[in-house]
């Protein structure tokens, strides 16, 4: 079983709509949590940083984190076809910065 | 820089043979990480740097895998003696100090042929 599992989808939704998106993991030691955004052939791009429990919000963002549950979900509001892309969940204890576990990611599809 | 700069963005090589990749971190970050994107999405950890030293280096295949991180100049990746198995997209990362957001280069497409 891996340590972080993410639904691959794809998820399409229509142009205005609210993506859900969410990772579970089972290291307990996980105390930082991202969001990364990767269109086809380009670099991961930060989207939201949390640490620990809590909410967060950005813009169109929202990035959730419960630790008890091993859950994290991110928003995104007003959604637009450029948000089609690949959204990755990464995440990292504090003795081990950097090497980050990250999730399979999963394919949205914003359709006009 | 105001970002991970990666250099070659593509990487030809024949079987046997070496290959080396640059990432040039943001200017002022003292963490350099390379990851390894096999298949779609997997992203495979290699080698961290805290400034010249190596601060994980769990993921690396020794064998054929090395890193350097000079000062003032980018870091590298190398890999000896390529395989088909090595064809992947390579991304550098790099953070201020330790727990702070971490960013992403465009990453260096090496393909083994």
């Known amino acids: 079983q891996k340590e972080v599992e993410q639904d691959p989808g794809p998820l399409s939704v229509p142009e205005g709509a609210i993506v859900s998106l969410n990772c579970t993991y089972s290291?307990?030691?996980?105390?930082?949590f991202m969001w990364y955004r990767q269109y086809s052939r380009k670099g991961p791009e930060l989207l939201m940083y949390?640490?620990?429990?809590g909410n967060k919000e950005d813009g169109r963002f929202t990035a959730q984190v419960d630790k008890s549950s091993k859950y994290i979900s991110l928003f995104i509001r007003d959604s637009q076809p450029s948000d089609s892309a690949t959204y990755l969940c990464a995440m990292s204890g504090t003795d081990s910065w950097g090497k980050f576990q990250f999730g399979a990611g999963t394919q949205v599809v914003v359709t006009p | 820089g105001e970002e991970v700069a990666q250099t070659p963005k593509h990487l030809v090589r024949g079987e046997g043979q070496k290959a080396k990749l640059y990432c040039a971190p943001i200017?002022?970050?003292?963490?350099v990480f390379w990851y390894q994107q096999v298949l779609k999405n997997e992203f495979k950890f290699l080698i961290s740097f805290q400034n010249e030293n190596v601060f994980d280096e769990t993921g690396m295949p020794k064998e054929r895998f090395s890193a350097k991180c000079l000062p003032n100049s980018p870091c590298s990746l190398e890999i000896q003696a390529t395989k088909l198995e090595d064809s992947a997209v390579y991304f550098c990362?790099?953070?201020?100090?330790?727990?702070?957001?971490?960013?992403f280069g465009q990453g260096t497409r090496l393909t083994v042929v």
């Open positions: 990362a790099s953070s201020h100090p330790v727990n702070t957001e971490a960013f």
């Open positions: 290291n307990s030691a996980f105390q930082y």
């Open positions: 949390t640490y620990s429990s």
């Open positions: 200017k002022g970050h003292s963490y």
